[in-house]
Antibody
């Protein structure tokens, strides 16, 4: 079955950097568009970024554009989110998610990992 | 401020029916398929409805979706206490992004 396991979360100071990873299994990762979404404590869902199945197309939410980079390694079945210039408002649980269909990246988000918590605080 | 607008909360008694609305615009809901997600307390979101009204395997037919113009609706019949959760609508937007509603908390009284 589809499994998505995020890692890399933790506490970081404002202005710092962090890299999240998402290990995928149970499906053909190299055929799947992937997403990162986040949820601040007690708040709703916010989409963060997407990457096409081949890594050529990347889109970002305005709130993270220029600070976050999404990338993937299809040989390792792993998705990444490099976060820099972190702000307190970036504090959230970060989820990776698989696009429902193969070879697309427009959503819906068909499968979600359990998330990893990122806390930006001094 | 979410791009899609949902009521913050809805409630109904067990066995009853409830609907959750999701309002968008011509750049998102009107032009693209709508999905609904269920987030049970303390868990990750789960896809409930896709392509406006289709259910992934394993989702009971008590859950239904519809769309008209710039609005979409999630319906849940035969409410159960286990349906208590946050529900989110989501879709693609012409700004090249996925957009979500602010979420609706369902309470089964």
């Amino acid at each position: 079955q589809v499994q998505l396991v995020e890692s890399g979360g933790g506490v970081v100071q404002p202005g710092g950097s962090l890299r999240l990873s998402c290990a995928a299994s149970g499906f053909t990762f190299s055929s799947s568009g992937m997403h990162w979404a986040r949820q601040a404590p007690g708040k709703g869902l916010e989409w963060v970024a997407l990457i096409s199945y081949d890594g050529r197309i990347k889109y970002y939410a305005d709130s993270v554009k220029g600070r976050f980079i999404i990338f993937r390694d299809n040989s390792k079945n792993t998705l990444y989110l490099q976060m820099s210039s972190l702000r307190p408002e970036d504090t959230a649980v970060y989820y990776c998610a698989k696009d429902h269909w193969s070879y697309t990246h427009y959503g819906p988000l068909g499968y979600w990992g359990q998330g990893t918590l990122v806390t930006v605080s001094s | 401020q979410s791009v899609l607008t949902q009521p913050p909360s809805v409630s109904a008694a067990p066995g009853q029916m409830v609907t959750i609305s999701c309002s968008g615009s011509s750049s998102n809901i009107e032009k693209h398929y709508v999905a609904w997600y269920q987030q049970l307390p303390g868990t990750a979101p789960k896809l409930l409805i896709y392509e406006d009204n289709k259910r992934p395997s394993g989702i009971p037919d008590r859950f239904s979706g519809s769309k008209s113009g710039t609005s979409a609706t999630l319906g849940i019949t035969g409410l159960q206490t286990g349906d208590e959760a946050d529900y989110y609508c989501g879709t693609w937007d012409n700004s090249l992004s996925v957009v979500f509603g602010g979420g609706t908390k369902l309470t089964v009284l």
